[in-house]
């Protein structure tokens, strides 16, 4: 399993922006196998699919945030991205950074984003 860390997660007014980071520890070889997503969970809800990246550089997003957000990786800073726009309240959540390699999935610890005036 790969060290997954998030940050820049934080308090944005409705209309912000918000950029996420997760950062592997990994080789860059391993790194670059992984496809990497971005998940979150709302208070009281249950976890959600946001975003993925494959290896191949395939991506796919949740329908609630197309056209909004961005997810993008770096190979050789191994770290994916996250790029929030025109944010919501109903996006606030604790957001986490996922790899996964054939059935093997590892975890970040979380970032919260709360999106409120």
């Known amino acids: 399993q790969v060290q997954l860390a998030e940050s820049g997660g934080g308090l944005v007014e409705p209309g912000g922006s918000l950029s996420l980071s997760c950062a592997a520890s990994?080789?860059?070889?391993?790194?670059?196998?992984?496809?990497m997503g971005w998940y979150r969970q709302a208070p009281g809800k249950e976890s959600e699919l946001v975003a993925v990246i494959t290896s191949g550089g395939t991506i796919n997003y949740a329908d609630s945030v197309k056209g909004r957000f961005s997810i993008s990786r770096d190979n050789a800073k191994m770290t994916v991205y996250l790029q929030m726009n025109s944010l919501k309240p109903e996006d606030t959540a604790v957001y986490y950074c996922n790899a996964q390699w054939f059935a093997i999935h590892s975890w970040g610890q979380g970032t919260r984003v709360t999106v409120s005036s």
């Open positions: 990994a080789s860059t070889i391993i790194f670059s196998s992984y496809d």
